[in-house]
């Protein structure tokens, strides 16, 4: 009698099999070249391998997962426990074993090529003027003749001192008040922050920090910012833990409201990532913990809300109502962050239904409102924030485009890290490819390379790598504009193989342990429906507004900072524009974050300017799936993108064959 099979996805890269009951989850992932690392050869000694069952049903695998579909605790994992301390829920992937579907969580410290977080500090001048001052006071004593309490004392003196008047003292200080008043023969240094003193310092204190966070879908990136001079002192990010609940916005949704009080989870697993990135961060500056006195944190609108704990089921369907999308200020502890409890912190407003505080940040980095220019600010991510204006006039939309950007939903795709292909270019007369590796210096057809890559493989292609892919095999003739694949090159290069009813192009072929790098026409269909969707939001922005053409492009996000803008406008992701005004400005919504957490008077700013943005629903635009439809050729359909063919060799115009008719029977 055959044993059963149960499916199997682990994440966040998605990859899914079927496996016999019993198959240690080891195994299974190195079935399918899942990253897990393992020191000890599956003995349970190393604890590399540790994973987490995800609970709950996933109806986007068709999964109902639970721990209870996992072997029971093993006796190695319980010594493994006793020598290095409790696995806070985890299991020893070696020594788990499958006896049910599973949806399977690879955190980041179990992988062997962890995560390069790419989102880079965009350094510039910021006129400094922090939420919270720090205010140096001298507290009269003590006297039997003066009745006033310490915390009253302190007011007053503050006010006299200071012209500080009107102030209270946040409740969380009361506990330690006389003791900080006389550890320092009643000199201290105030934090204030608008009308209240949220710390109290011993003496003369000279150094507080502040936080600003990105809660991007896919990662989670912080700058610890020294707010007396401004200075970025650390930066910290990691993958954001919410990804074994969905790739996507849409599926976290769905993950809601298949299990009721899933937000719960959801707004848990975030709150837990904002501590790790904190501590982190002042893990690296050496800065206690208590001396982080602000925040401002920034997320696309269903980041926002699961962070504030508010379900976003609303978010899922039209109108897209969200619970609020003015300015939300409130403190540390309302979060549970690891900080003083009484730091404030500032969420900047939501523009629409699918267009975040992220975006309100990005804007706020880039104020084209401000500018004569038509400007396309496009953020590209698992969902793309697109903005369009000048002075005069700004709109902003959003288009799902997807994971495929990121690596995901492609046969051999990754995210950016080490031995990820990141460029690439195709020779079109020979056919013959060379790339450069994430972690390596030379390209692959240049000296020392061998040697270089030895140290990492070359483990995938991450989404700047598959955006170049695919437009070097339009140059070379790999595909027709319509984005099929060219079999008859299988006659002339053997790069081009069968892969059933399609062909594949082999970028770096199997050989000594090295897997086969593809692209198929499945890769090649995933970039063109993300791409359209992109591109059919700027259409109906650049119809709303209205203009046939823009005069700069700015790019954002990390994916935006790693792509060639030759290679974003040759596939059809942005508009044609001349190719010297398109330029990549980095993690704009961090730099708006900082922008926001330095300068307060940025804040007013950037909310009078949201109030004044135009929202376009592509959702429900009447011409959204025409531009959508015309957008899915390379680079499109009927736009002739001029700019970029005056510096960019025309491909042939090859098309796919129309089928045949077939003549009716007389």
Same mark, same amino acid.
């Given at each position: 009698?055959?044993?059963?099979? %149960? ?18 989850? /080891?195994?299974? $992932? ?14 349970? /000694? ?31 994992? *319980? ?29 980041? =410290? ?20 922090? &939420? ?19 915390a009253e004392r302190l007011l007053d003196a503050l006010a006299e001192q200071w012209s500080r008047t009107g102030l209270r003292i946040d409740r969380s200080l009361l506990a330690d008040l006389q003791r ?31 936080? $600003?966070?990105?809660?991007? =879908?896919? !990662? ?54 904002? =501590? ?98 038509? !400007? ?5 991510? !698992? ?11 700004v709109l902003a939309c959003s288009s799902p485009t997807g994971p495929a950007f990121e690596g995901a939903q492609i046969s051999a795709g990754q995210r950016a890290t080490l031995g990820a292909i990141e460029? /690439? ?33 070359? !483990? ?15 140059? $070379? ?48 269909? *995933?970039? *063109?429906? &993300? ?22 492009? *700015? ?11 030759? %290679? ?15 330029? &990549? ?12 957490? /330095? ?68």
């Amino acid at each position: 009698m055959s044993q059963p099979l %149960y499916p199997v996805v682990f994440q966040p890269s998605g990859r899914r099999g079927e496996f016999v009951e019993g198959t240690p989850l /080891l195994d299974a $992932a190195r079935q399918l070249g899942v990253d897990i690392d393992s020191l000890c050869g599956g003995r349970g /000694l190393c604890g590399r391998c540790q994973i987490l069952c995800a609970e709950g049903e996933f109806p986007k695998h068709q999964i109902a997962s639970t721990v209870g579909n996992l072997s029971a605790f093993t006796a190695t994992e *319980q010594k493994f426990e006793q020598r290095k301390g409790s696995l806070d829920g985890r299991r020893l992937s070696c020594h788990a074993r499958i006896e049910g579907p599973l949806v399977i969580d690879v955190p980041p =410290s179990s992988q062997i090529h962890r995560q390069v977080i790419k989102k880079d500090i965009d350094e510039r001048e910021i006129e400094l003027d922090p &939420a919270v001052r720090l205010f140096y006071v001298e507290v009269p004593v003590a006297t039997l003749d003066d009745a006033r309490g310490d915390a009253e004392r302190l007011l007053d003196a503050l006010a006299e001192q200071w012209s500080r008047t009107g102030l209270r003292i946040d409740r969380s200080l009361l506990a330690d008040l006389q003791r900080t008043l006389r550890a320092d023969e009643w000199r201290v240094t105030a934090a204030i922050a608008d009308d209240t003193v949220i710390a109290l310092f011993p003496g003369l204190h000279e150094s507080a920090y502040g936080l $600003a966070v990105d809660v991007g =879908s896919t !990662t989670i990136a912080a700058h610890l910012c020294d707010l007396v001079s401004g200075r970025v002192v650390a930066s910290s990010g990691l993958m954001n833990p919410q990804n074994r609940y969905g790739e996507d916005l849409m599926s976290r949704v769905t993950n809601v409201m298949m299990n009721p009080g899933g937000e719960e989870e959801l707004t848990s697993a975030v709150r837990e990532a904002l =501590s790790d990135v904190l501590l982190t961060a002042c893990s690296q500056a050496q800065v206690p913990v208590d001396e982080v006195l602000a925040f401002v944190i920034v997320g696309n609108p269903i980041m926002h809300h699961l962070l504030l704990g508010i379900d976003p089921t609303e978010l899922g369907g039209a109108p897209f109502a969200l619970a609020v999308d003015s300015a939300v200020t409130l403190q540390a502890r309302d979060l549970e962050l690891p900080a003083n409890p009484a730091a404030p912190v500032y969420l900047p407003p939501c523009i629409a239904g699918h267009v975040g505080a992220d975006c309100a940040a990005a804007i706020l980095a880039h104020p084209l409102y401000r500018q004569d220019p038509v !400007t396309l600010l496009v953020d590209i991510g !698992t969902n793309a924030e697109i903005v369009l204006g000048n002075k005069d006039r700004v709109l902003a939309c959003s288009s799902p485009t997807g994971p495929a950007f990121e690596g995901a939903q492609i046969s051999a795709g990754q995210r950016a890290t080490l031995g990820a292909i990141e460029r /690439l270019r195709i020779d079109p007369q020979t056919r013959e490819v060379r790339c450069k590796v994430i972690g390596v210096e030379p390209w692959s057809d240049e000296d020392g390379f061998a040697a270089a890559v030895a140290a990492t493989g070359i !483990t995938g292609i991450c989404g700047s790598g598959i955006i170049e892919a695919v437009g070097e095999m339009l140059l $070379a003739g790999v595909i027709s504009a319509d984005g099929l694949m060219q079999g008859s090159l299988a006659d002339v290069t053997p790069r081009m193989q069968p892969d059933g009813e399609s062909h594949r192009f082999v970028l770096i072929a199997a050989q000594d342990g090295q897997p086969e790098i593809a692209v198929t026409q499945n890769d090649v269909r *995933q970039i *063109q429906l &993300a791409k359209a969707a992109l591109y059919a939001g700027v259409r109906l922005l650049m119809d709303a507004y209205p203009t046939d053409a823009v005069d700069q492009i *700015q790019i954002a996000g990390a994916f935006g900072s790693n792509i060639d803008p030759k %290679y974003a406008m040759l596939l059809g992701l942005i508009p044609d524009c001349a190719l010297e005004s398109v330029s &990549a400005v980095g993690n704009a919504a961090s730099t708006g974050a900082r922008v926001a957490l /330095l300068n307060l008077d940025s804040r007013a700013e950037i909310e009078s300017a949201v109030r004044r943005i135009e929202k376009i629903e592509t959702a429900i635009a009447d011409d959204f799936q025409e531009h959508f439809v015309a957008a899915m050729s390379i680079p499109h359909r009927s736009d002739p993108f001029d700019e970029l063919f005056r510096v960019v060799a025309r491909p042939a115009a090859t098309t796919a064959p129309k089928r045949r008719r077939r003549r009716p029977r007389r």
